[in-house]
Each structure stands twice: as structure tokens, then as C-alpha cells.
């Protein structure tokens, strides 16, 4: 059965960064495209960024464009997300997905604050 393992959240200060990563099993993960996915307290989940199989197409939504870089690694089943001079409006919870099924794992808290 698929799962999807994310890790890598945790508080930091406006402008700071942290690395999201997710290790993936149960699919074959280099037939599918990854996205990262948040959700903010009381606001639907938003697709923050995708990737394609081997890297040669991605999507960022708007609002990330230019701080944010996802990235995945085929050999290590792992898909990335770099994110950069953190907002407070980033604060949620992180998401991976795979675009074989419609399973959510457990996500990563992403707190920024000062």
C-alpha cells in the first residue's frame, strides 16, 4: 500500500528556511509526479507545487513563486521541498502527494514565527 512519509517542519522566524522532505513506498515512484500540498488553519488544502517524473516539468502556485524549490531524487524514493524566506501566511501543514492514488499521509507542521 502506498505511503508517504513527510518530515522536516518545524518553527522558524520570518525569512528563515527549512527543507521538507518525503520518502515514498508502495508505488513505483519514478512513473509519477509529486506534489506538495498545505493546509493553513481553517483554509482548504492548496496545491503549492508539482514535479514530474523526471524533473522536466514543474508547477508552482503563485504565491511561492521564487522562494520555494521542489525537488525529487528517484534513487532515494524522496521528493523535496526547499523552502525559503518563510512568511508567516506560510504557516501550515505540509503535504505530500502522488499522483497514483489519492492518499494523504500525516503531513509536517511548518510554523513561522518570530
Known amino acids: 500500500q502506498v505511503q508517504l512519509v513527510e518530515s522536516g517542519g518545524g518553527l522558524v522566524q520570518p525569512g528563515g528556511s527549512l527543507r521538507l522532505s518525503c520518502a515514498a513506498s508502495?508505488?513505483?515512484?519514478?512513473?509519477?509526479?509529486m506534489s506538495w500540498y498545505r493546509q493553513a488553519p481553517g483554509k482548504e488544502r492548496e496545491l503549492v507545487a508539482f514535479i514530474s517524473v523526471t524533473g522536466g516539468y514543474i508547477y508552482y502556485a503563485e504565491s511561492v513563486k521564487g522562494r520555494f524549490t521542489i525537488s525529487r531524487d528517484n534513487s532515494k524514493i524522496t521528493v523535496y521541498l526547499q523552502m525559503n524566506s518563510l512568511k508567516s501566511e506560510d504557516t501550515a501543514v505540509y503535504y505530500c502527494?502522488?499522483?497514483?492514488?489519492?492518499?494523504w499521509g500525516q503531513g509536517t507542521q511548518v510554523t513561522v514565527s518570530s
Open positions: 502527494k502522488t499522483s497514483y492514488s489519492d492518499y
Open positions: 508502495g508505488f513505483t515512484f519514478n512513473n509519477y509526479g
